[in-house]
């Protein structure tokens, strides 16, 4: 991958009440660059889960839908 460039906006994002599982999502409009191609997406959503390991957030599980025009 040559270039990638992302617009995140919509997000949001809820803590559980034990404080170490985190859920999100967002929308977003991308533009990559491989080889000479390059693949544009608008209004994607991204979703995930993160969980607090050590005091260190992490990515659990993630998922990435494309409307159905694209």
Not at 24 to 34: E, M, N, P, Q, V
Not at 39 to 68: C, E, I, N, Y
């Amino acid at each position: 991958m040559e270039y990638y460039k992302a617009d995140i906006y919509d997000l949001t994002v809820n803590v559980a009440e034990s404080g170490t599982i985190a859920w999100y999502f967002h929308k977003l409009d991308a533009k990559i660059k491989s080889r000479d191609t390059v693949t544009t997406f608008t209004g994607a959503r991204f979703t995930g889960v993160m969980q607090k390991k050590d005091s260190k957030w992490v990515m659990a599980q993630t998922h990435l839908s494309l409307p159905a025009n694209q």
